[in-house]
C-alpha cells in the first residue's frame, strides 16, 4: 500500500529520505541522550529479568550454583499441579465476575457524575477520593468493614434483616468480597469514563431527543456507543490488572496462610509468588510467569478482536 | 544589575566548591570507618531501635560499629543470602528453611565459628539447639526462645461454676470446661467460646505432640503426617468447632487476631475464657500494658488423661540467627555471634522483650524467674519432654498444604483420615525428591 490515510491526509509510504543536514544530526545525537536513560533502565530492569526468567523457566534454580537444565519439565509439572489450576480459577472468577461488574458500576456512576446537578464537583471527589488511598491501607479498612460481627456491611445488612456472611472465613465469600473491596476503589475508571462522555457530541444527543428517544434510548443507542473506545480500554487494563491480582489478596488473609480460607484467595501471581520467594522454586515460579504472560497475551488479542465489531471510533 | 548576578553565581560557585571539599573529606572518613561496619538482620523486630541500642553496645566495648536492619519481610530473607553483600549475622524468625539454605550453600556450618568464637555449647537449652543441628553440622544458633502454654480467664472460671484457680488437669477435662464456658444466645449465636485450638494461630505442633508423634519421623526422613497421633489431634480440636457450628465460631472470631495487641482482645473482654500462647503476654508489654486487671492462670498445656506421662511437654520455637555463606568477614561474624550468645547480652535483649533466653546461665537471672506466671514457661523449657520443630527441606510448603487441610478439616468438618492420607500421598515422595 503506498498511501495511507492518517487524519483525512494523504501521505507517501514510504516517506522519502534526504540526507540529513548536520543540524538533524545533531539533534538526532541530542535526541538519543535524551532517551539513553530510559533504554538502560529499560534493558537492565525489564529485557534482562525478562531474559532470565525465560532461562530460569527451563531450569531448577539454585542460588549459588549454575542453572540445572530440565527442559519442558517446569511446564509439565505445571499442569500437573492442583494449586496452580486452583490459582487459575480464582484468578478467572476475579476477570470474569470482577471485571464487567467493576465496568458496569464505574459506567453508572460515571452517568450520575455527569448530570447538573449542585454539588457536582464534591460527588465527583468523593467518589474518586477512594482510588487514591493506598492498597494495603484501604485493604485493611475492608477487613474490618467486611468483619462478619461488628463490621459495617453486616451491620446494615442486618437492619434489612439479611444475615450476612463471613466474608472473610468463608471460601464462597472470600473472592466476592474482594471484588466488593475492588469496586470501592473504582475511581480511576470513573474518570476515564466521565471524560468520555463529555466527549460524546450533545449534538447527536439533541437530535435523538427531537426524534422522540427517551433517556434510556438516548444512553444506549448514542451514548454507550460513543464510549465503546473507553469501555474497551477500560476492559483491557482491567483483565491485565485482575490477571496480575496480588496485593489486596496478601493482606486480605489477615495473620492467615496465603489463600486463606481454603485456597479462596490463592491468586495465580499470589502463588507464583509463594513458588518463588517461600519455597525457594524460582525456576517454577519463572514458568508460572511465561504461562501467565501468555495468557493475557492472547486475553489481550481475543478481546480486541471480539469487541471489533461493538467498538466505534468516531472521526 | 548584570554585575550583581555575577557576584553572586560567583559566590554560589565557589560556595558550593567549599561545600565539596569538605563533603570529599567526610567521605574519606567514612570510607575507613566502612571497614569496620558490621551488619546485623533481624528478620523479626518489633522495636529496631532498642535492638540498634543493645548493638551499640559491642560497638562501645570493640570500637567496631554495627548497623542492624529490623524488621524484614520474609520475601527479602532470599535476596539477602544471594546478593553480593549479604549481611555478617542474619537472624531468622524460625529454623524452618535453615536446612534448605544449607543445601543450597547459602548458610555457613557454624562448628569452625562456634570454636573460634569459644562460644559454649552446653550453655545452651538443647530443645532450641537441637532444631540447628543436621547430624553433626550446626547451621545456625537459636537466640531468642518461645513456648506455649494453657492461659485461662479466672473470673470467666468463676461465673461459670468452676474453681478460679484449677485448671483442666486433661485434655478430655478441657473439652469439658469449654463447653461449660460456651454459651451462646437465644438465635444459637455465640456470645462467648471456652476454648480456640487455633486462636491467632495453629499450635498442632503442640497437640499431636500430646498425641505422641509428629508430622515427620524424629530423623526427618519420613513423613508421617497421617499418623494416628496426627489424626487424634486434628479430631480433639475439631470438636470446638463442630459441637457449635464452624461458621458461628468463625463469625465469632473473625478479626480477633487484629486485636491482639489492644485492650479489646478476646481473652480480656470475656469472649473467651481459655487459649494457647506464648510466653510474652506475662511479661511486661502485653498483658500487664493493655488490661493491667485482667484475672488470670498460666500452666502447662494438659495431656490426654491416658498418657500422664505427656506433662509438661512443649514445643519450641523463636529466631536463629546464621552467619550467610558469602559474609565477608567471617573472624569478625564469629566475635560478634559469641557476643550476641554470651548470656548477659542475652538476658539483656529477652528480659527487655519478655522472651525466653537460650542461655541456661542467662535464665537464672531474676528477671526471668521472680514473675511465676514466666516461670511457668522457664520450667517448661527445661523439661525433659521440651522438645522442639521437626524440620526438612519440604518444611514450608507441607506448613501451607497443612494449612488449607486444616481449615478442611477442623473450620469444615471434613474426615481427619482422609484429608491427612491425601498429604501423605502428597508429600511424601517430595521429600525423598528433596532429600536426594
Same mark, same amino acid.
Given at each position: 500500500m503506498d498511501e495511507l490515510r492518517m487524519g483525512g491526509r494523504k501521505w507517501n509510504w514510504p516517506p522519502k529520505f534526504r540526507k540529513w543536514e548536520f543540524r538533524e544530526r545533531a539533534h538526532f545525537k541530542i535526541g538519543m541522550l535524551f532517551l539513553l536513560p530510559w533504554t538502560i533502565g529499560f534493558l537492565i530492569f525489564t529485557l534482562y529479568p525478562m531474559a532470565a526468567s525465560f532461562a530460569y523457566s527451563f531450569a531448577t534454580y539454585h542460588p549459588k550454583a549454575p542453572l540445572e537444565w530440565v527442559g519442558f519439565q517446569n511446564y509439565a509439572d505445571l499442569i500437573k499441579d492442583d494449586l496452580f489450576w486452583k490459582s487459575l480459577y480464582n484468578t478467572l472468577f476475579m476477570v470474569v465476575i470482577g471485571v464487567p461488574l467493576t465496568l458496569l458500576m464505574s459506567f453508572f456512576c460515571a452517568v450520575l457524575l455527569n448530570l447538573k446537578v449542585r454539588g457536582q464537583s464534591i460527588y465527583r471527589v468523593i467518589y474518586f477520593l477512594p482510588s487514591i488511598v493506598p492498597t494495603v491501607a484501604s485493604t485493611i479498612l475492608w477487613l474490618w468493614i467486611l468483619n462478619p460481627n461488628m463490621g459495617i456491611l453486616n451491620t446494615v445488612l442486618g437492619y434489612i434483616g439479611i444475615q450476612g456472611p463471613n466474608w472473610m472465613s468463608n471460601p464462597v465469600w472470600s473472592k466476592p468480597g474482594l471484588i466488593l473491596l475492588g469496586m470501592w476503589g473504582m475511581g480511576g475508571t470513573i474518570i476515564i469514563y466521565l471524560s468520555g462522555l463529555q466527549d460524546v457530541p450533545t449534538s447527536l444527543l439533541e437530535a435523538a431527543e427531537l426524534d422522540g428517544a427517551s433517556w434510556w434510548q438516548r444512553l444506549w443507542h448514542v451514548t454507550v456507543p460513543m464510549v465503546s473506545p473507553i469501555t474497551l480500554f477500560n476492559l483491557i487494563t482491567g483483565v491485565i490488572a485482575q490477571f496480575q491480582y496480588f496485593a489486596q489478596a496478601y493482606v486480605f488473609r489477615g495473620s492467615h496462610g496465603l489463600g486463606y480460607p481454603l485456597n479462596s484467595t490463592l491468586f495465580y501471581s499470589v502463588y507464583l509468588y509463594q513458588n518463588g520467594f %517461600? +519455597?525457594?522454586k524460582m525456576g517454577y515460579a519463572s514458568a508460572m510467569a511465561w504461562v501467565l504472560f501468555i495468557i493475557i497475551l492472547i486475553c489481550t488479542i481475543l478481546l480486541l478482536r471480539v469487541t471489533e465489531r461493538f467498538t466505534y471510533y468516531a472521526g | 544589575m548584570k554585575n550583581t548576578l555575577f557576584k553572586l553565581l560567583a559566590l554560589f560557585a565557589m560556595a558550593s566548591m567549599l561545600l565539596t571539599a569538605c563533603g570529599g573529606a567526610t567521605a574519606t572518613e567514612q570510607a575507613q570507618a566502612e571497614q569496620t561496619v558490621l551488619r546485623v538482620w533481624i528478620? +523479626? $523486630? /518489633?522495636n529496631p531501635q532498642q535492638i540498634q541500642t543493645l548493638f551499640d553496645k559491642y560497638t562501645a566495648e570493640t570500637g567496631i560499629k554495627v548497623e542492624v536492619t529490623a524488621p524484614l519481610e520474609e520475601d527479602k530473607i532470599l535476596p539477602s543470602l544471594t546478593g553480593s553483600e549479604p549481611p555478617d549475622v542474619l537472624v531468622l524468625s #524460625? $529454623? /524452618?528453611l535453615v536446612k534448605s539454605y544449607y543445601k543450597e550453600n547459602l548458610v555457613t556450618e557454624l562448628s569452625d565459628i562456634i570454636k573460634a568464637g569459644g562460644i559454649d555449647l552446653n550453655d545452651f537449652f538443647p530443645a532450641p539447639l537441637d532444631q540447628c543441628k543436621m547430624g553433626e553440622k550446626i547451621l545456625c544458633l537459636p537466640w531468642g526462645t518461645d513456648m506455649y502454654a494453657l492461659f485461662w480467664n479466672k473470673d470467666m472460671f468463676e461465673a461459670a461454676? %468452676?474453681? !478460679?484457680?484449677t485448671p483442666p488437669a486433661t485434655m478430655e477435662e478441657l473439652a469439658e470446661f469449654a463447653d461449660k464456658l460456651t454459651k451462646t444466645d437465644a438465635d444459637g449465636? %455465640?456470645?462467648?467460646? $471456652?476454648?480456640? !485450638? /487455633?486462636? $491467632?494461630? #495453629?499450635h498442632d505442633d503442640l497437640y499431636v505432640r500430646m498425641f505422641g508423634g509428629f508430622w515427620y519421623t524424629d530423623d526427618g526422613q519420613h513423613v508421617t503426617i497421617n499418623s494416628q497421633a496426627m489424626i487424634d489431634s486434628l479430631a480433639w480440636q475439631q470438636q470446638f468447632y463442630t459441637k457449635y457450628g464452624a461458621d458461628k465460631v468463625l463469625a465469632f472470631s473473625s478479626g480477633w487476631a487484629d486485636a491482639?495487641?489492644?485492650? /479489646?482482645y478476646p481473652f480480656y473482654t470475656g469472649k473467651m475464657a481459655m487459649y494457647v500462647d506464648g510466653e510474652w503476654m506475662t511479661g511486661p508489654n502485653f498483658i500487664s500494658a493493655f488490661k493491667p486487671e485482667a484475672s488470670y492462670g498460666v500452666a502447662p498445656f494438659p495431656p490426654p488423661a491416658d498418657h500422664p506421662e505427656r506433662a509438661n511437654t512443649a514445643v519450641v520455637q523463636g529466631t536463629v540467627a546464621v552467619i550467610p555463606a558469602g559474609a565477608k568477614d567471617k573472624d569478625a561474624s564469629a566475635k560478634l555471634l559469641a557476643w550476641m550468645m554470651s548470656p548477659a547480652i542475652v538476658a539483656e535483649e529477652f528480659c527487655f522483650n519478655a522472651n525466653l533466653p537460650t542461655s541456661k546461665k542467662a535464665a537464672e537471672d531474676k528477671c526471668f524467674t521472680e514473675n511465676p506466671k514466666f516461670k511457668v514457661f522457664t520450667d517448661l523449657m527445661a523439661s525433659p519432654n521440651a522438645s522442639y520443630i521437626i524440620t526438612t527441606p519440604i518444611s514450608l510448603e507441607l506448613n501451607d498444604a497443612f494449612g488449607t487441610a486444616y481449615e478442611r478439616v477442623v473450620h469444615n468438618g471434613e474426615d481427619p483420615k482422609t484429608v491427612m492420607d491425601e498429604l501423605q500421598a502428597e508429600f511424601e515422595p517430595k521429600l525423598q525428591e528433596a532429600l536426594k
Open positions: %517461600l +519455597w525457594l | 528478620q +523479626w $523486630g /518489633d #524460625g $529454623g /524452618d461454676g %468452676l474453681d !478460679p484457680e449465636n %455465640l456470645t462467648q467460646v $471456652g476454648f480456640l !485450638p /487455633d486462636q $491467632g494461630w #495453629g491482639y495487641m489492644s485492650a /479489646d
